[in-house]
């Protein structure tokens, strides 16, 4: 007779799914803004759906070294989400529930934290940015990542210092035994 799952086994089976949909999801959007980018050297009307319906056609035409840096933001985004969706996806293949304290689980952590922060910090310059280009031409309006993405970014390092204590102990009980 076949056991049933508990309930975080079940939560740990499905979360790989999703970090594949998420990683998966921010590939191609990485590839549709390049490809747009890449179409509107040729036909500038590219520019008007560049992805999900972002417009940047006025913005080509005001100044096309602007359009390169505001397509540059976005697709230097994508690649950082990504990159933290993949570093996720290797930390739950690799996670075990019978021995989740690990130093490898730690330093997985610690990276996804890292480079979670590196996405927050390219988010605001990308914001700083945002505003400056306003300024400048009129276009480019919205806010990419709020300020709030941080507090994720702090309880991610936050879990990562909890395995690595638990390592700790882990460990410092197997000498006593």
């Known amino acids: 007779m076949k056991q049933l799952k508990t309930r975080t086994e079940q939560i740990l089976a499905t979360m790989p799914i999703l970090a594949w949909v998420a990683f ?6 990485t590839g549709a803004v390049l490809y747009s980018y890449t179409i509107s050297f040729v036909d500038p009307e590219a520019a008007k759906d560049v992805y999900r319906g972002l417009n940047l056609y006025r913005l080509s035409k005001i100044n096309f070294w602007y359009y390169t840096q505001a397509i540059s933001l976005i697709a230097g985004l ?5 990159v933290v969706a993949w570093l996720v996806i290797r930390a739950l293949t690799k996670f075990r529930l019978e021995n989740p304290f690990t130093m490898d689980m730690v330093v997985r952590l610690e990276k996804i934290s890292y480079a979670a922060f590196g996405t927050w910090v390219l988010a605001m310059v990308s914001n700083g940015h945002l505003a400056w280009m306003m300024k400048e031409t009129g276009e480019l309006q919205g806010n990419w990542i709020s300020g709030e993405f941080i507090f994720i970014i702090a309880l991610v390092y936050v879990m990562s210092q909890i395995f690595r204590r ?4 882990q460990t410092e009980h197997e000498l006593t035994v």
Do not use: F, H, L, M
């Not at 638990?166 to 102990?169: A, F, P």
């Open 24 to 29: 998966a999801a921010y590939v191609i959007e």
């Open 78 to 82: 994508a690649v950082s989400k990504a």
């Open 166 to 169: 638990g390592v700790e102990i």
